[in-house]
């Protein structure tokens, strides 16, 4: 008996120092992000921090939003509070363009029945559950969570919502249907990039990135495709971190800070 206490004192032991590592890692992982402003407003744009995860409402119009992402909340409380304090409602929302397939990312899409749900064609199946992040494939099944993506999107389309232009940019990497958005002069990029606390952009978090050469690849390719109407970038907003307010600049220093690697 003393014997499997033992055992068992030392696998508490064990777990307690991976737990602690974890908890290191993670917040050495986070720590130099710009810090996310919850109701921070720009040109048509209103931010809404959702734990440690942004959504972003996009006006329409007076009456009317679409969302970048539906943050991690099921229920999508912190996205109905923002709306509701503009008098607006769940039937506000008529699109709602997810930068990604993760599941903090796409939690609250069910909370909006009437909108039509957009994501680029490889990550389709991830928003849906029927795939699973190839990061957690030997740790999970997939699970159809009754999202249905009604609008698989493409490379370097320019879509039309209501009055509301959204242009698509595909910046595989952090998954291989992560996607950017420029719509109302903000430059949306989900987890593919991150807001520093000394206002520079950074490659999204390798930890949880599937392919993290790819995915500064892409963020070096983006820059470039933006560069003809950069002028069009007033904002970057990542998901994780805070916005970015210097224009294009954040990206295309952090190409040319690649090219010297």
Do not use: Y
Request: with cysteine; glycine share 10%; charged share 20%.
């Amino acid at each position: 008996m003393k014997r499997v206490f033992k055992i068992l004192k030392i696998l508490a032991l064990c777990l307690g120092v991976l737990v602690l590592a974890l908890g290191i890692l993670l917040f050495v992982t986070f720590s130099g992000g710009l810090p996310i402003a919850d109701g921070q407003r720009l040109d048509g744009v209103e931010v809404v921090k959702d734990g440690i995860v942004s959504a972003f409402i996009v006006d329409i119009d007076d009456h009317s939003v679409a969302l970048v992402d539906a943050g991690n909340d099921r229920q999508a409380q912190p996205i109905l509070h923002a709306l509701a304090r503009r008098g607006l409602g769940v039937e506000a929302v008529k699109a709602i363009f997810l930068t990604h397939g993760d599941r903090d990312h796409t939690a609250g899409v069910l909370a909006f029945p009437r909108a039509e749900v957009m994501a680029l064609e490889p990550d389709v199946a991830l928003a849906e559950g029927r795939a699973v992040k190839s990061l957690f494939k030997h740790f999970a099944s997939p699970r159809p969570n009754g999202i249905k993506v009604a609008r698989p999107l493409r490379d370097g389309e320019t879509l039309q919502v209501g009055g509301l232009d959204v242009r698509v940019f595909a910046v595989p990497g952090h998954t291989p249907g992560s996607a950017a958005f420029l719509a109302r002069s903000v430059l949306f990029m989900g987890d593919s990039a991150e807001a520093t606390k000394d206002g520079k952009l950074a490659a999204g978090h390798w930890l949880f990135t599937e392919n993290p050469a790819q995915d500064r690849a892409s963020l070096r390719q983006l820059a470039a495709r933006l560069q003809p109407f950069a002028a069009e970038v007033k904002a970057i907003a990542c998901a994780h971190s805070g916005v970015l307010t210097r224009g294009l600049a954040p990206l295309a220093e952090f190409a040319a800070g690649e090219k010297g690697h």
